[in-house]
């Protein structure tokens, strides 16, 4: 099954998509790919994000002018596609996963969509990886898809990196509405941020009740 907003009942995430720009045949395959693998039990299916919100990241990108991108958290590389299709010519995107099993789904679509020399993928530890990074404040948007009890630190090694009004994304920021009824480790860290990052002077910060949750910073 394809993912969607949770809030939204499956006739109003058709008519969303139908509203939006619609997928290209490589978008709307690798979307297709990895819902297989999930439904084979390959791969889990909440780890891919909502179509209509690889959409908005596109627009982003372009609408910002976005030439230095960063993402924590690849899986098949459906987000990365929309960034780096967003991106100039002589656009960056860099990648930090630790999966070479689901990256390399990711590197057959952005050869496919003409992107790959756009990204540069480097498997490991995620912290380790952006730790690793040299902290110059370079990049214009950075997108976080991966272990939730991370993303405190993902959200301070970002800060040095980013150029001032530099957005920052956190996916996954409502749990499927359990930031209201925390049951595991994962849930309770968000729900910790989500007040911590309310209230930071860094950041200015907006959550959108678009897919499971999708943060918005802006490096002040």
């Not at 959409?55 to 991108?69: E, S």
């Not at 990052?197 to 950041?203: E, S």
Request: with cysteine; net charge negative.
């Amino acid at each position: 099954m394809t993912p969607r907003s949770f809030l939204l009942t499956p006739e109003l995430a058709e008519h969303v998509r139908a509203s939006s720009e619609p997928l290209d045949a490589v978008a709307a395959d690798l979307v297709a790919e990895t819902a297989a693998l999930a439904e084979r039990g390959e791969a889990p299916a909440t780890f891919q994000i909502a179509v209509e919100q690889g959409v908005l990241m596109q627009l982003l990108t372009r609408a910002l002018g976005v030439r230095r991108a960063l993402e924590i958290g690849t899986f098949t590389g459906y987000s990365a596609l929309c960034i780096a299709r967003g991106l100039p010519d002589d656009g960056s995107l860099l990648c930090l996963d630790r999966s070479a099993e689901w990256t390399a789904v990711a590197r057959r679509y952005w050869e496919r969509a003409g992107v790959a020399d756009r990204v540069e993928l480097r498997l490991g530890e995620a912290l380790e990886s952006l730790r690793a990074v040299p902290a110059d404040p370079v990049f214009d948007l950075a997108f976080v898809d991966a272990d939730k009890t991370g993303y405190p630190a993902y959200v301070d090694e970002l800060y040095p990196r980013m150029r001032p009004n530099g957005l920052v994304l956190l996916d996954n920021t409502l749990r499927g509405g359990r930031v209201l009824d925390p049951q595991t480790d994962d849930d309770r860290a968000v729900v910790a941020l989500n007040a911590a990052l309310a209230t930071d002077p860094r950041w200015e910060t907006a959550l959108l009740p678009l897919a499971d949750g999708l943060t918005l910073l802006r490096k002040r």
